[in-house]
């Protein structure tokens, strides 16, 4: 449960935070764009089962590869696609923390 709770409270208050610290006068827009980071997770429907509690996405999945995360933190240095770099980087470090717990 606390492993639950810190796994979805990374995904969506760290952008949040990042939001509000950081691009304060858009920060809604931000949010909701480095949100959008969740959709990498479509790629757990090609896993069989598509969802298991002792499985790590990161390394498993293909767009929790080590080449996809490494696109998506240079995603992160252009100011046109920064916000969608930063909310996959976020992504990709809330479950890496929940490898971590496992």
Known sequence: MLQTSIHYGCHFLLPLLVALLFFKSNWKYAYLVMIAGMLIDLDHLCATPMFDPNRCSIGFH?????????????????????????????????DTADCSLM
């Open 62 to 94: 293909p767009l929790h590869s080590s080449f996809a995360i490494l696109f998506y933190i240079f995603l992160c240095i252009p100011k046109k696609s920064r916000l969608v770099g930063l909310g996959l980087v976020i992504h990709v470090i809330s």
